[in-house]
T-cell receptor
Framework: NAGVTQTPKFQVLKTGQSMTLQCAQDMNHEYMSWYRQDPGMGLRLIHYSVGAGITDQGEVPNGYNVSRSTTEDFPLRLLSAAPSQTSVYFC?????????FGPGTRLLVL | ELKVEQNPLFLSMQEGKNYTIYCNYSTTSDRLYWYRQDPGKSLESLFVLLSNGAVKQEGRLMASLDTKARLSTLHITAAVHDLSATYFCAVDGGTSYGKLTFGQGTILTVHP
């Protein structure tokens, strides 16, 4: 099993550009989540999904869209990047009380 | 709104000493997690605490949960340099799994 994979590992964007952060898991987990990590603030939940076709907002959803067309994939879309979205993004899949975190994507918005 | 607070946020320890990190949360929760993060890395799961009075130990780390006080502790015994990292507690307060609210993190540095 590859576990949870994220691409890219690092990305630089200009303000206003769009991009998609990819997340995939091969463990057939229903629950998946996106978090962002900023210095001194821990991780904050952006969006989560309880299964294919079902998504909901977390604590900081503004500026981000998600969709879940398959169990395996949970992409995070930035439609118009802003410097405030500079952060490290972690995707996680969940089986009962165990979370499996991906390696993270470092995003810099100039 | 569920809030999770850790203290201290910064902890500088000498090797061989003991210390405790505290994690307070604001509403009833079914699951309390402790994670470790090394610089530039992802989160490593340390403990999952599921019931009042739960205690788990792994090496020099021991975690406990008091759901009545809404408090979890992570106790470090005889610290060694390899324990230097950032430690997070997180609470899963919803009926769905995977919706975690994290504390701010405690940056632990262990000095010789």
């Amino acid at each position: 099993n590859a576990g949870v994979t994220q691409t890219p590992k690092f990305q630089v964007l200009k303000t206003g550009q769009s991009m998609t952060l990819q997340c995939a898991q091969d463990m057939n987990h229903e629950y998946m989540s996106w978090y962002r990590q900023d210095p001194g603030m821990g991780l904050r939940l952006i969006h989560y999904s309880v299964g294919a076709g079902i998504t909901d907002q977390g604590e900081v959803p503004n500026g981000y869209n998600v969709s879940r067309s398959t169990t395996e994939d949970f992409p995070l879309r930035l439609l118009s990047a802003a410097p405030s979205q500079t952060s490290v993004y972690f995707c996680a899949s969940t089986e009962l009380e165990t979370q499996y975190f991906g390696p993270g994507t470092r995003l810099l918005v100039l | 709104e569920l809030k999770v607070e850790q203290n201290p946020l910064f902890l500088s320890m000498q090797e061989g000493k003991n210390y405790t990190i505290y994690c307070n949360y604001s509403t009833t929760s079914d699951r309390l997690y402790w994670y470790r993060q090394d610089p530039g890395k992802s989160l490593e799961s340390l403990f999952v605490l599921l019931s009042n009075g739960a205690v788990k130990q792994e090496g020099r780390l021991m975690a406990s949960l008091d759901t009545k006080a809404r408090l979890s502790t992570l106790h470090i015994t005889a610290a060694v340099h390899d324990l230097s990292a950032t430690y997070f507690c997180a609470v899963d307060g919803g009926t769905s799994y995977g919706k975690l609210t994290f504390g701010q993190g405690t940056i632990l540095t262990v000095h010789p």
